[in-house]
């Protein structure tokens, strides 16, 4: 799959940062849930948005990527 365009409406969003780096988060949430973890669950982009806006690293993750606080 191709890298987000950093250009356009999505950019600095929750959303353009999953898309960007799904892989890595899913890491993140997959540890943190360990056996509970279910793919068909945790893996969908509105609980990866959950991770994102709840989990300290995640958060701190995102804005160092240009998500904006308030967007």
Same mark, same amino acid.
Request: glycine share 6%.
């Given at each position: 799959m191709? $890298?987000?365009k950093r250009s356009?409406?999505?950019f600095g969003s929750v959303e353009f940062f999953i898309e $960007?780096?799904?892989p890595g988060i899913a890491a993140?949430?997959?540890r943190r849930l360990g056996k509970q973890y279910d793919h068909k669950v945790h893996a969908q982009d509105g609980e990866l948005r959950?991770?994102?806006l709840n989990d300290p690293e995640l958060w701190a993750w995102a804005l160092r990527e240009g998500?904006?606080?308030n967007g």
């Open positions: 191709a $890298a987000p356009g409406a999505l $960007a780096n799904r993140i949430v997959r959950l991770w994102v998500v904006k606080e």
